[in-house]
Structures are given as structure tokens and as C-alpha cells.
């Protein structure tokens, strides 16, 4: 398909694109899965660049704590946060970054979506 759309030369089909700015109606949103020991988040309905490079949690009794990336959209952390409201700050690959304060409320549970707020 692509060689009847681009001019073919050498191997090689140059393809052109540029990234275009979501935007998304509604705020982020934050489904929390997991267990006591490790907590999974995935982030989504993020506008901007679209693309999530970074996250960081905050429990109420804790300071901010680097999630790492476990597949797509998914961050997880090995530390219990049960019992403390959590805070989010959230960076896209265009470099902004945007702090979603007390987002879980102290009585969250595992398996539900918790609203950000806001949008990029």
C-alpha cells in the first residue's frame, strides 16, 4: 500500500507526519487497580502532547515517589498507600507537567476511576 502512496527509493518508503495537539473533552481520569502491596494506575483522557512519560504519587503521609511504567498507559509502585488520600503529578513528552492534588479521597478503593480535576 504504502509504495502505491510514496515514491519507493532504495528501500526506503519516506513517510511524512506531524503531531498535532489532543484535545480532549472531560478531565483526566485515574482507575486505580492492584492489591496492598502494589499499586497499578492507569492514566487516561490526558489532552496536550497525549503521550504520559511520567508519574509520581503522593499518599497523604508520604512524600511524592517515582511510579515506573508497567505496559501502555499503566504505572505501578510497590509501596501500601491504603488509607491516604493520593496526589498525582502527571508529565506529557511536550514537557508539561500538571499536579492532580488529593485526586483518591482516604477511603479509595482497588478497581475504581477517580476523576483529576482537570486536563492538560
Known sequence: MFVKLANYKVGVIPVRYHRVLCSKQGRVKFEIKGNRYRTLVTVYNVGGAGDVTNVKIKGFNS?????RRNWGQNWQIGSALVGQ????Q??????KM??????????????????GRINF
Open 63 to 67: 512524600g511524592w515517589r517515582q511510579m
Open 85 to 88: 488520600s493520593l496526589s498525582f
Open 90 to 95: 502527571v508529565t506529557t513528552s511536550d514537557g
Open 98 to 115: 500538571v499536579q492532580f492534588n488529593n485526586v483518591a479521597p482516604v477511603n479509595w478503593c482497588f478497581g475504581q476511576t477517580y476523576d
